[in-house]
């Protein structure tokens, strides 16, 4: 079993910045590969960014590719959304997990395969 901690949410303007981050315990950290998911009020959740086991592999949904920067330190089993030039509608609480398999654009359709999750901590970008 692996247990998921996320921390760094908070309140934010728009254009600044935050960092999240995702401490694992409880398993090889390593084996895994990880990513984060949002839901923002009364919208499903979608898939935001996934990292490999190795941190070698990245994917990025459209709407934060170029914005969003994940990367994990499997030392540490931590992983890590760096948050830049955020915007109103990246308001949402904010979930990690950590799967078997490096999906990629299957994020995207919803085959995430994640068998663990996170609580969340909510990000809240205002005006």
């Known amino acids: 079993q692996v247990q998921l901690v996320e921390s760094g949410g908070g309140l934010v303007q728009a254009g600044g910045s935050l960092r999240l981050s995702c401490a694992a315990s409880?398993?090889?950290?390593?084996?895994?590969?990880m990513a984060w998911f949002r839901q923002a009020p009364g919208k499903e959740r979608e898939f935001v960014a996934g990292?490999?086991?190795?941190?070698?592999?990245?994917f990025y949904s459209d709407s934060v590719k170029g914005r969003f920067t994940i990367s994990r330190d499997n030392a540490k089993n931590t992983v890590y959304l760096q948050m830049n030039s955020l915007k109103l509608e990246d308001t949402a609480v904010y979930c990690c997990a950590a799967g078997p398999v490096f999906l990629g654009s299957g994020w995207l359709i919803g085959a995430n395969g994640m068998e663990h999750w996170g609580k969340g901590t909510l990000v809240t970008v205002s005006s």
């Open positions: 990292i490999s086991w190795s941190g070698v592999s990245t």
């Open positions: 409880g398993h090889t950290f390593s084996n895994y590969a």
